[in-house]
């Protein structure tokens, strides 16, 4: 998959000037949480958006009865396309 630096270099070209990137899309939801298929809980809350393509992420618990409650401690770094992708997919 192609990194958001590069898509939003592309869509810029594209749409010209005053398009709003994926990025600051991601930004703007920095500290809420998404679907991540890739944590234990189903959840995940991003922390932090770095400039080499990855973001910091921290597992949550489940939202439903009966998911997991038990999320693992510590952070994890996820593509941004990919967190990018369960905000806004």
């Known amino acids: 998959m192609i990194s ?3 898509q939003d270099e592309f869509e810029t070209q594209v749409q010209g000037i005053g ?3 994926k990025r600051d899309e991601l930004e703007a939801v920095i500290g809420q ?3 991540d298929n890739f944590s234990s809980t189903g959840r995940s809350m991003l922390m ?3 400039e080499d393509g990855w973001c910091v992420v921290e597992e949550v618990a489940s939202e ?5 409650h038990n999320p693992k401690e510590g ?3 996820r593509p941004d396309w990919l967190v990018w992708n369960g905000f806004f997919y």
Not at 64 to 68: C, L, V, Y
């Open 75 to 77: 952070q994890a770094l």
């Open 19 to 21: 398009y709003s990137s």
């Open 48 to 50: 932090e958006i770095r």
């Open 4 to 6: 958001l630096k590069d």
């Open 33 to 35: 949480t998404y679907s």
């Open 64 to 68: 439903f009865k009966s998911g997991n």
